[in-house]
């Protein structure tokens, strides 16, 4: 039995910590917040992702296919199975086309109707709709599983404690799932740190006419808009591939602009003093006419980390990496592979 300390109460370093305990590790959970998922795992687009979105990265495809079970068995309460799960193809400027969007969804295994063009999307804009077979889930219902499962496994949760190398001076083990801070703990613990793609991005919430119902609708596969319901509460949030990226680099450490700080990880921010709401709807109303009519209730920020030069297949890979005997190091992808990711951390401790 090994002293483990997880830094990061993300949905990856929390189930960690879970499974770390299951396996019968006396297990620390660290987070610098004053509750879990505060960060991306509470601020994102709440796809279940089952690969539909990613039809240039098979990889990405066949491990969201892979994992989605292991979540589902895990997190059963926090899933959203009810309402529509819509892929519109744009006749123009998509890097898929129609034909290739569909050979890749039967390679895949990802089963499809072809549905007639909804309401809600222009039809003069759009190849073609399919309606696949996917689900999302509600993040304040995971928090919930989430600390039952701590408290059942018996992980001592330390909140609002930032994590240094003094911290965990004493532990034998620590698994670091910190996310966009990966390299600010790592490089402070080991010196070492790598290359990532940072984007401080916004989720606008938003109220749109009932003609939305429990629909989730992206238009692929290029600069476009997706809008998924929030939770069961009756609000939106809209995704956009170029207007929810406020500033983007490649580097050691995001570059947050001053503007954007204060607003980072503070769950919905009404009335921001920074937001892309507008060019959200202008750029999506073309192709979601009735997203003219979205009242804005606010815009959640977040800082997004992806493997650098990924643009071309859009790749998402989680990876599981043992730095020396001491750390461990999770890079995170699909919120689907959190269960994955934590039996590949027991088995490496
Ligand atoms: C805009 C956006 C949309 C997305 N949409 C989807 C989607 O629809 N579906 C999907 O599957 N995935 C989506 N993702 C990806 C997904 O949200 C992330 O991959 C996942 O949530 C990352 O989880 P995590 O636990 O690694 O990180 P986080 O949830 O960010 O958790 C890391 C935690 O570490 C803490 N921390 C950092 N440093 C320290 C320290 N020194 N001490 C203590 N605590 C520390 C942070 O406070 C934070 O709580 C999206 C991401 C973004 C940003």
Known sequence: MA?????GGGIFGATAAVF???AGHQVTLFEQYDDLLQAAS???QYRLHRGYHYPRSG???RSAIQAASSFRKEYPDAIIDTGRHLYAIAKEKSLVSGKDFLAFCDAQGLSYNIVSVPEIVNPAMVEFVIEGVESRFDSDLLRIAVKRNLSDAGVEVRLATKATAATVEGYDRVVVAAYASTNSVFSELTGVSDEYQYEVCEKPVVTLPDSFGQ???VIMDGP???VDPLGTGGTYVLG???HAIHASNVGQAPNIPDTLKALLNRGIVKNPAVSNFDAFIE????YIPALAQAKHVGSMFTVRTVLPRTEKTDARPTLVTKVNDKYIKIFSGKIGNCVMAAEEVVALL
Request: glycine fraction near 8%.
């Open 240 to 242: 956009n591939v170029v």
């Open 3 to 7: 002293k483990v300390a997880v830094i």
């Open 59 to 61: 990889d990405t495809a």
């Open 20 to 22: 770390a305990a299951r």
């Open 42 to 44: 509470g601020i994102n």
């Open 224 to 226: 476009f808009m997706c």
């Open 283 to 286: 750029s999506g109303a073309p």
């Open 215 to 217: 629909t989730d609708l």
